[in-house]
């Protein structure tokens, strides 16, 4: 079946790339307006509190019997480090 000069196959080209456009175009204004209404502080608020965390998990531990003192003090250690 022809369709006549062709014209109506790239159309349907066209129509999709300006859907994709339009949908990648909302994508990035949303990730933008999301990355500007978080302050600094929030970035770095996350790792303190996974730094409290991972420190009451190895505490838990100890408490449990799966760590020595030994095995405490130095994962403890290491997690001061990584601050």
């Known amino acids: 079946m022809m369709w006549g000069n062709g014209s109506m196959g790239w159309s349907w080209g066209f129509g999709l790339l300006a859907i994709a456009g339009v ?3 909302i ?3 949303v990730r933008f307006l999301s990355n500007k209404s978080g302050s ?3 970035r770095s608020a996350p790792r303190q509190a996974n730094s409290a965390g991972a420190r009451q998990i190895l505490e838990e ?7 020595t003192a030994e095995q405490l003090r130095d994962q403890l250690r290491v997690l001061e480090e990584g601050r």
Not at 61 to 67: K, S
């Open 27 to 29: 994508y990035v204004i």
């Open 23 to 25: 949908a990648v175009l």
């Open 40 to 42: 600094d502080d929030t």
């Open 61 to 67: 531990r100890f408490a449990r019997g799966e760590l």
